[in-house]
């Protein structure tokens, strides 16, 4: 099955906090496609903001970013975009 | 049985319950090993030398009867059934109480690098808290996307597509006096033989998070009540926004079962389609009494079918 993924690490000092959580998860819901987001072996719905939260990913922690549907190569690109600038953080 | 997790003979040490310490071996060597099988043995009679049923994976009882076995033996014997023992290498041995390994019993033990840990309970008690104790330490696992809320004692798990109304379900579950165990992110474990509990994580406990509003926190604006910490999840809803293009069949009648099979178990699974103005809490509500009846031998659908066919034949007779 097609499946788009990438590997991301956080880049704000604050990690995955609140509001950067909110921002991934209405970024995630622009696309149609399924994707979750894994730390540690633990997968979550990317589009859940209870999910993401619930990972609590600080700074430095990598994640996995897994796709599926379509724009599913446009939507882990984005995504992966938003952890990597770091949630447009100054830090 | 679903695959595991490993977790290290030193967690065994950490939970006070089962009363353990380690003879041979210091904790940062124990945090080493690891344990992978939720099972247990007696050892029996692999002290005998009969060893062919020794599952080196599971952790060794060996008791009382074990020990008066063995102080049966002359010297050179009991050094050659502790090492034909010992030699197979079991991830541990454990002694309960009032059984402690003798000096002999150490050395060999060092010898083939087996670790002895020791219990203050009789093995009788001992053996349900570690098989109870494994299998929550090595339960199979699984995160769903999906609310878990206990609907008059029923566990339902509530899945659907981001958007379809999954929360506002579940808060109008708990202000019709249900409890919330876990909103969109639930945990789930597999206990042997067919339980399946799932709990919210420790994070995210108490909470909701509602479109609109944010974050609530159940327990704080509905009370202690309206929270649940685990739940036996006893089936599964997926709720799907309702097409009039789709194909697919909804069940009319309720003769046929469908099950969701999660962690390797199944249970009931009902596909709901949800429109605009859906009365869900109503729906989870007829969901869960259904549920009952059901577990109470009472098939509201069977029974239907059986009246129309005879009276179908009774009529066709004619």
Known sequence: ?91 | MPSTGNISLKRLLDNPDLSLFAENLDEATLEQRELKDNRVQVVGLSIAGFTDHLYRERVQLFGKSEMDYLNTLTDDERRAKIASFLERRPVAVIFTDPVRPTDLFREIAGQFEVPLLSTRMTSSIFIDFIKDHLNRLLAATSTLHAQLIDVFGVGMLIMGESGVGKSETSLDLVMRGHKLVADDVVEVRYIPPDHLVGACNEMMRDLIEIRGIGLINVQRMFGVTAVGREKQIDCVINLVLWDQSSTFEYERIGSTVRYYEILGVKRPYYIIPVRHGSNLSSLMEVIARDHMLKSQGINIAEDFEKKLEKKLSEMGGK
């Open chain 1, 1 to 91: 099955m097609m499946m788009a993924e990438r590997t991301v690490t956080i880049r704000n000092k604050l990690g995955l906090h609140a509001r950067a959580a909110s921002m991934f998860v209405k970024e995630a819901e622009r696309y149609a496609c399924e994707v979750e987001m894994e730390k540690s072996g633990v997968r979550v719905n990317a589009k859940s903001i209870m999910g993401i939260l619930m990972l609590a990913a600080p700074f430095g922690s990598t994640l996995k970013l897994i796709a599926k549907g379509p724009g599913e190569e446009e939507c882990v690109a984005a995504l992966a975009r938003l952890v990597e600038v770091g949630f447009e953080e100054e830090s």
